[in-house]
Nanobody
Framework: QVQLVESGGGLVQPGGSLRLSCAAS????????MSWYRQAPGKQRELVAR???????SYADSVKGRFTISRDNAKNAVHLQMNSLKPEDTAVYYC???????????????WGQGTQVTVSS
């Protein structure tokens, strides 16, 4: 059984910062890509940031220069440092991990439960 547990969400004023964390646990053989998605009410889920197993990163244009994704492979964790937050960043943020539970198995995408980020004055 694999679970991803997120933390760090909350209420912050525009221009403020938050750091989201997500740790994967359970029967994990290896983790490839880890990502952060977000979904605002009435909107499609969108990819915010992604980090590969080798540390390569990519970001949505809307967050580039403000958000930083990082990972700690020893802890099976991924983080999202969010700076200069804007009201339009308000959403439920989900982490995901593409991982194998066995050496011979396929890579599947697992999801965290989501954490609310609200940017408001």
């Amino acid at each position: 059984q694999v679970q991803l547990v997120e933390s760090g969400g909350g209420l912050v004023q525009p221009g403020g910062s938050l750091r989201l964390s997500c740790a994967a646990s359970g029967s994990i053989f290896s983790i490839n890509t880890m990502s952060w998605y977000r979904q605002a009410p009435g909107k499609q889920r969108e990819l915010v940031a992604r980090i590969g197993s080798g540390g390569s990163t990519s970001y949505a244009d809307s967050v580039k220069g403000r958000f930083t994704i990082s990972r700690d492979n020893a802890k099976n964790a991924v983080h999202l440092q969010m700076n200069s937050l804007k009201p339009e960043d308000t959403a439920v943020y989900y982490c995901s991990a593409d991982l194998r539970t066995t050496d011979w198995g396929h890579i599947y995408r697992y999801w965290g439960q989501g954490t609310q980020v609200t940017v408001s004055s």
